[in-house]
């Protein structure tokens, strides 16, 4: 007990030594990402925000710090238990290695050279889905067994789309397909023609788009069975029930010959979900992709 008691008044004279009038000032946060976007693509989110905490204080700026939770796109809520994807210095992020027709919720926060952390930005949510490049369609007068298109039949009856179910070329002459290519006598243009009950389509706006991934919501909308012209660079979107179940899929051309047609193609799996602007009900997006939304921290 001595021994224990002349070591605490030791200590006690080192931390009384010890003391200055300096005073602690408490770590400021830098600003939190203003906005967040997102753009939906094949076993991946790719994400993108404003870059307003680095401009704004580049001399504190360290990194992003991006995270990622489940969402429920029944009650249109984040989960609450968040995992960091990872960071980065720019103010985008690809986050990877996601099951496609999973909703995910994600949130970025900026970290300063003192290692405080900023607020959050908005919560966006974004589900992966199957894409493929430049599938050739023949029109049904050239190849009518290479003229139909289907983009998933659950050919095992497991309700799980599968790769070797994803995007299938078949016979122009079946009615389970989702459109099959038309050539019309008059002047050879090529024709996407809705084929299964269940389905139908719209153009994707009224100028081309740049890419399949400009396809990132699919209107509520302004679905018909109407057949349309196959377009270069032009974005079509496919409305598909079956039974109970409502899906999306989205179809840009990239080529159309005399005698077929080249597309890229993207489907979402999970159901209802119009992750391929938007559709009635939902909150208003920003930028391009994902919605803006609410969830635990």
């Known amino acids: 007990m001595r021994v224990l008691r002349c070591s605490l008044l030791a200590v006690a004279a080192v931390v009384a030594g010890c003391q200055t009038n300096e005073v602690l000032v408490p770590a400021t946060p830098l600003e939190a990402p203003a906005s967040l976007s997102s753009t939906s693509l094949n076993g991946a989110i790719f994400l993108s925000w404003s870059d307003n905490a680095f401009t704004n204080d580049p001399g504190r700026f360290q990194w992003y710090r991006v995270y990622s939770t489940s969402y429920d796109l029944d009650r249109g809520l984040c989960g609450a238990t968040w995992s960091i994807e990872g960071t980065t210095v720019s103010a985008e992020f690809l986050a990877g290695a996601l099951s496609n027709g999973v909703p995910r919720c994600f949130g970025v926060t900026a970290i300063a050279t003192d290692g405080s952390e900023s607020q959050w930005s908005p919560l966006r949510q974004d589900t992966p889905r199957p894409d493929a490049r430049n599938v050739l369609v023949w029109a049904y007068q050239a ?3 290479h003229a139909g298109f289907r983009f ?7 309700g799980l789309a599968q790769p070797a179910e994803l995007g299938l070329v078949q016979d122009g002459a079946r009615t389970d397909i ?5 050539r019309d006598p008059t002047d050879s243009t090529l024709w996407l023609v809705p084929e299964f009950t269940g389905t139908s389509m719209q153009l994707y706006g009224n100028a081309p788009i740049g890419d399949l991934t400009d396809i990132d919501f699919a209107p509520a909308s302004g679905y018909s069975r109407n057949m ?3 377009v270069p660079e032009y974005g079509y979107v496919f409305q598909i029930v079956e039974g109970q179940t409502l ?7 990239t080529h159309v010959g005399r005698s077929y047609v080249i597309f890229d193609w993207s489907f979402q799996t999970d159901q209802g979900n119009p992750e391929l602007q938007l559709r009635g009900g939902l909150p208003t997006t920003t930028g391009s992709g994902g919605l803006v939304v609410t969830g635990a921290q």
């Open 143 to 145: 190849d009518p067994a």
């Open 152 to 158: 998933w039949d659950d050919v095992n009856g497991d």
């Open 178 to 182: 989702d459109f099959w290519v038309y």
């Open 228 to 230: 349309f012209q196959a």
């Open 247 to 253: 899906r999306y899929g989205g179809l840009r051309v």
